[in-house]
């Protein structure tokens, strides 16, 4: 068999030392560190959490590993499922824009529960594994011949590979048992598109079983275990299986070591579809400068890309007006309306009881999206309002809050933090809040992240 390039990997899994990653490449990590595990609070208590939470207590023989906000004590890899599943509820983790890669979401829960089945690892230790992870993750995307989401496969097919480079760094596999880690991800590749279109939870349920093979197939490879070769290259390997084949590994490959793919990593301010946050900015900048009254609007004018179109326009009849939250979470109408209507688009909004708010889906059936074929990836946002009695006005925003172009602060980012604490299924006093923010902040000084699990229960 020939392994080199799946070796290559593994090596630079394996040799990369915290003292080769750049200043801002940790500061990138830190954020995004602090922005996933927000989300993770806000998402236990969503849909779904306290059911699969419950399934997982009933089985689960060996307390290894907790749950955070509720502090549950299960298996390694039934407590990476939980707050992989957590992680993923809210539609508000973090995105790689250049592919639409969910970056952080098998990766912290995974590195958490590594830590704890090792009860102890520094924040060195797991800054570097995540952003190894991250870097892969990305790197798989950029190298697939097509567009997220056009073979039907999303984020959490890749999942497997970043949970499993992280638990297997942490666990202190190398060289060839990273390999076979890496492998036995592979074997653990599944879901699609099609969980998205659901309208209920099992989208975010499987992305952390998509996590929790990852830490699995770690702790396959830690027990010898030999994973399957050419994992990505092979005939049968990954990229042949579930991507269509023909990846251009030159962009995988391209500054390996040198440049690392944390640093183009944007982070969310609304709990909903990425490509929907363009047009959900414009629509705010309208409601804050014109004082934009509902019932004066005669119609919404959106631009947009096709492959936004496809993803929270289609099918009108389950986009147009939602009558779940799942399906509110990828509606551009529901999104933008609430934007017009409310001047916000936060967590609060995406209730069942909001998503039938009659002015907002009054709103939203006046909403009109005209595609433009050049607006690829994630686009800004270009709104206009043509009110009854009165002139059209017009905003457009050309990129987003929270990219490397338009970065958020380490504050801003403790501030979503706080934010969705404020959701969490069982209250975080407000000095763990704090505390964890200081926490991050100064990870690479920690000597045990197992303490920042405890401030996070």
Same mark, same amino acid.
């Given at each position: 068999?020939?392994?080199?390039?799946?070796?290559?990997?593994?090596?630079?899994?394996?040799?990369t030392?915290?003292?080769?990653?750049?200043?801002?490449?940790?500061?990138?990590?830190?954020?995004?560190?602090?922005?996933i595990?927000?989300?993770?609070?806000a998402?236990?208590?969503?849909?779904?959490?306290?059911?699969?939470?419950?399934?997982?207590?009933?089985?689960?023989?060996?307390?290894?590993?907790?749950?955070?906000?509720?502090?549950?004590?299960?298996?390694?890899?039934?407590?990476?499922?939980?707050?992989?599943?957590?992680?993923?509820?809210?539609?508000?983790?973090?995105?790689?824009?250049?592919?639409?890669?969910?970056?952080?979401?098998?990766?912290?829960?995974?590195?958490l529960?590594?830590?704890?089945?090792?009860?102890?690892?520094?924040g060195?230790?797991?800054?570097?594994g995540?952003?190894?992870?991250?870097?892969?993750?990305?790197?798989?995307?950029?190298?697939?011949?097509?567009?997220?989401?056009?073979?039907?496969?999303?984020?959490?097919?890749?999942s497997?590979?970043?949970?499993?480079?992280?638990?297997?760094?942490?666990?202190?596999?190398?060289?060839e048992?990273?390999?076979?880690?890496?492998?036995?991800?592979?074997?653990?590749?599944?879901?699609?598109?099609?969980?998205?279109?659901?309208?209920?939870s099992?989208?975010?349920i499987?992305?952390?079983?998509?996590?929790?093979?990852g830490?699995?197939?770690?702790?396959?490879?830690?027990?010898?275990?030999?994973?399957?070769?050419?994992?990505?290259?092979?005939?049968?390997g990954?990229?042949?299986?579930?991507?269509?084949?023909?990846?251009?590994?030159?962009?995988?490959?391209?500054?390996?070591?040198?440049?690392?793919e944390?640093?183009?990593?944007?982070?969310?301010?609304?709990?909903?579809?990425?490509?929907?946050?363009?047009?959900?900015?414009?629509?705010?900048?309208?409601?804050?400068?014109?004082?934009?009254?509902?019932?004066?609007?005669?119609?919404?004018?959106?631009?947009?890309?096709?492959?936004?179109?496809?993803?929270?326009?289609?099918?009108?009849? =389950? $986009?147009? *007006?939602?009558?779940?939250?799942?399906? %509110? !979470? @990828?509606?551009?109408?529901?999104?933008? #309306?609430?934007a017009?209507?409310?001047?916000?688009?936060?967590l609060?909004?995406?209730?069942?009881?909001?998503?039938?708010?009659?002015?907002?889906?009054?709103?939203?059936s006046?909403?009109?999206?005209?595609?433009?074929?050049?607006?690829?990836?994630?686009?800004?946002?270009?709104v206009?309002?043509?009110?009854?009695?009165?002139?059209?006005?017009r905003?457009?925003?050309?990129?987003?809050?929270?990219?490397p =172009? $338009?970065? *958020?602060?380490?504050?801003?980012?403790? %501030? !979503? @933090?706080?934010?969705?604490?404020?959701? #969490?299924?069982?209250p975080?006093?407000?000095?763990?809040?704090?505390?964890?923010?200081?926490?991050?902040?100064?990870?690479?000084?920690?000597?045990?992240?197992?303490?920042?699990?405890?401030?996070?229960?």
């Amino acid at each position: 068999m020939n392994n080199a390039f799946e070796d290559r990997i593994a090596a630079h899994l394996s040799d990369t030392q915290f003292e080769d990653l750049p200043p801002e490449a940790v500061d990138a990590a830190k954020k995004c560190i602090l922005d996933i595990l927000g989300v993770i609070a806000a998402g236990s208590s969503a849909d779904g959490i306290a059911s699969l939470r419950r399934l997982l207590e009933g089985r689960s023989m060996r307390p290894e590993a907790t749950v955070l906000i509720t502090g549950a004590r299960l298996s390694a890899h039934d407590a990476t499922w939980v707050n992989g599943a957590m992680a993923r509820a809210r539609e508000m983790d973090d995105s790689h824009d250049a592919t639409g890669h969910h970056i952080s979401v098998p990766i912290v829960p995974a590195a958490l529960a590594a830590v704890e089945l090792l009860g102890k690892a520094s924040g060195r230790e797991v800054l570097l594994g995540y952003v190894l992870a991250a870097d892969l993750g990305a790197r798989m995307r950029l190298a697939s011949p097509h567009r997220s989401g056009e073979t039907g496969f999303a984020a959490n097919t890749y999942s497997p590979f970043m949970a499993a480079a992280v638990a297997a760094r942490l666990l202190g596999l190398r060289g060839e048992a990273m390999r076979h880690a890496l492998g036995w991800a592979y074997t653990q590749c599944a879901g699609g598109l099609q969980l998205q279109q659901s309208g209920s939870s099992a989208l975010h349920i499987h992305h952390g079983l998509a996590a929790a093979a990852g830490l699995q197939a770690a702790l396959l490879a830690r027990h010898g275990l030999p994973g399957p070769d050419e994992f990505l290259t092979g005939r049968f390997g990954f990229y042949a299986a579930y991507d269509g084949g023909n990846p251009d590994l030159s962009k995988f490959a391209d500054r390996l070591g040198e440049r690392f793919e944390v640093t183009q990593i944007a982070i969310k301010l609304f709990p909903c579809g990425r490509v929907i946050h363009g047009p959900i900015e414009a629509a705010i900048a309208l409601h804050r400068e014109n004082a934009i009254r509902p019932e004066d609007i005669e119609e919404v004018e959106v631009l947009y890309g096709p492959r936004g179109f496809k993803m929270t326009c289609e099918p009108e009849s =389950e $986009r147009r *007006l939602p009558t779940s939250v799942q399906h %509110a !979470k @990828f509606s551009l109408y529901y999104a933008v #309306a609430s934007a017009l209507v409310r001047g916000h688009v936060g967590l609060e909004d995406f209730t069942p009881e909001t998503v039938a708010d009659p002015q907002v889906r009054m709103v939203a059936s006046r909403i009109r999206v005209n595609q433009d074929a050049a607006l690829r990836g994630i686009p800004g946002g270009d709104v206009t309002v043509r009110l009854k009695q009165g002139p059209r006005i017009r905003r457009e925003v050309p990129v987003l809050t929270g990219t490397p =172009e $338009r970065p *958020l602060s380490y504050a801003d980012c403790a %501030a !979503k @933090f706080r934010r969705c604490a404020e959701f #969490a299924a069982v209250p975080l006093a407000k000095d763990k809040v704090e505390a964890a923010i200081d926490f991050v902040a100064n990870l690479e000084s920690a000597g045990n992240v197992r303490d920042l699990v405890t401030l996070l229960t």
